[in-house]
């Protein structure tokens, strides 16, 4: 294989566009960049496709980082984040709803949002996958799940379109620069699949899968086999397991690396340049990137060269969110800035952290984060809400209001107004959170940031001091 790409440089001539757009997916797909391997047949690639950059150029994931940019409109001016040719690329893949992506019915929202992350420097690589339901800030627009950020940027006719805007949230989120982006649809997946033969997959546990139409339910066994393109889309698209969306993420980034070693292993890239006229026509239209030649070539001469126990993986979690309910009964997910951070320092650093992390112990984040509590008892145990706000005031947490609930609560619930990662995630461990007990009810007009309700299954013991409130206040 590295024979092969020494002629490359040397001088061998390939025809543009034909090769020239085989290049660019043979590039990717040498790194396993599995929906990015169809990309690049994409004819309208020119390094033009938009990415906002950030307004404020501080680390939005320090306390007080995020904050809401003011509202887009068409005539907005966007500028493309260069990549140097020479540092990290990092490459957003982005696969749509299949429900959104079928109906035709509009604009969609994402389904799937891989990071792709690419050190020429140390031959290094690594894969993150961000979860649809990610309650983040928008650029532009209220906060909402990220997997909207495609389908805003679409309907609002924005510069970038939807790619753009998607792009510019996973910026904001994560603290790092996009330089490209690639969205694929699912008919271009299974054909390059397809094309490839297959990919060999290690099926760890029996798994139901639905491949595209009707009545097509397949049962996979667990051991290695070899799946064909519609199959190798259902079996990353599938849920239905218990980890549900965080399991597909393993999936998907299995597939990635299945199709890395497909294509190294069987020498599959002369081959493909060799019918890249004929897939050029069938692909052409189902993926969108910004992605030129040059820098496909680029990455084409580097991956290669990059062995798999250089690439890192891995996706943003349990352990680095909060589950919680919108006011109209959604689920979504809290990102937990801290944690989220030195994940992404994991795989996007190459030497040490990207920026130091926040200091102190949970309590003093939540301190520093300096949002607006408020305190309601909503037990039968008078002095509960004052006797917090006194320990959490000596923590330095700035406790604006407290009194009764307007109900007894069987348990401790957790209002979230304003987005306020660290006091939440200090309250949820202190008191013991239900996850079905957070609530994310976004209101820039609120009055406070986080309102805490201790409900009977509060225990005063983890404040380390018995009632002190005066019988006359019960709060």
């Not at 040397?10 to 990717?28: C, H, N, R, Y």
């Not at 995020?66 to 984040?81: H, K, M, S």
């Not at 304003?418 to 007990?437: A, C």
């Not at 609530?439 to 309102?451: G, H, K, N, R, W």
Request: charged share 20%; glycine share 10%.
């Amino acid at each position: 294989m590295k024979r092969w790409f020494k002629s490359l440089r040397t001088g061998l001539s390939i025809p543009w566009p034909a090769a020239g757009a085989a290049l660019l997916t043979l590039a990717v797909g040498a790194f396993a960049f599995s929906a990015v391997l169809v990309y690049a047949f994409q004819s309208r690639s020119g390094g033009s496709g938009g990415i906002f950059q950030p307004a404020d150029q501080t680390d939005p994931l320090a306390p007080g980082g995020i904050e809401q940019l003011p509202r887009l409109g068409p005539d907005t001016t966007v500028e493309l984040t260069p990549w140097d040719g020479v540092g990290r690329v990092n490459v957003l893949v982005m696969g749509l709803d299949y429900r959104d992506w079928s109906s035709g019915e509009g604009p969609s929202r994402t389904d799937t949002m891989i990071l792709l992350t690419l050190d020429p420097l140390t031959r290094t690589a690594g894969i993150l996958s961000i979860p649809r339901d990610l309650w983040v800030s928008i650029p532009g627009f209220d906060n909402n799940r990220i997997n909207t950020a495609y389908f805003l940027g679409e309907s609002y006719d924005l510069p970038g379109g939807g790619p753009g805007l998607a792009s510019a949230t996973v910026e904001a989120l994560l603290g790092v620069p996009i330089h490209y982006y690639a969205q694929v649809d699912f008919s271009a997946f299974i054909r390059v699949i397809d094309e490839i033969g297959g990919v060999k997959i290690d099926v760890p546990e029996t798994i139901k899968v639905d491949p595209l139409g009707e009545g097509n339910t397949k049962t996979l066994k667990p051991g290695i086999q070899t799946l064909d393109g519609a199959l190798t889309l259902a079996y990353a698209r599938a849920r239905n397991t218990p980890g549900g969306d965080f399991d597909r993420a393993q999936r998907q980034q299995q597939v990635i690396l299945a199709i890395r070693e497909r294509i190294l292993s069987f020498d599959l890239l002369p081959v493909l340049i060799a019918k890249a006229p004929q897939l050029y026509q069938e692909l052409s239209g189902g993926v969108q990137t910004n992605l030129g030649f040059e820098e496909g070539l680029q990455l084409a001469l580097l991956v290669a060269e990059i062995d798999t126990e250089d690439i890192q993986r891995g996706a943003i979690g349990t352990e680095h969110t909060l589950f919680a309910n919108t006011s109209e009964g959604a689920s979504v997910l809290i990102p937990l800035s801290e944690e989220i951070r030195e994940l992404r320092d994991t795989l996007f650093a190459s030497t040490g952290a990207l920026g130091p992390l926040t200091e102190g112990t949970p309590a003093e984040r939540m301190a520093a984060e300096g949002i607006r509590l408020a305190i309601q008892n909503g037990s039968s145990t008078p002095g509960l809400a004052a006797d917090t706000a006194e320990f959490l005031a000596t923590l330095g947490a700035q406790v604006v209001e407290v009194g009764n609930a307007d109900q007894v609560y069987a348990a401790t619930t957790l209002i979230d107004y304003t987005g306020s990662p660290h006091t939440l995630k200090y309250l949820f461990d202190l008191f013991g959170v239900l996850p079905e007990r957070v609530f994310f009810e976004y209101d820039p007009a609120s009055q406070v940031d986080l309102l805490l309700i201790l409900g009977e299954d509060a225990d005063p013991g983890v404040l380390g001091s018995s009632g002190n409130a005066s019988e006359t206040v019960p709060c």
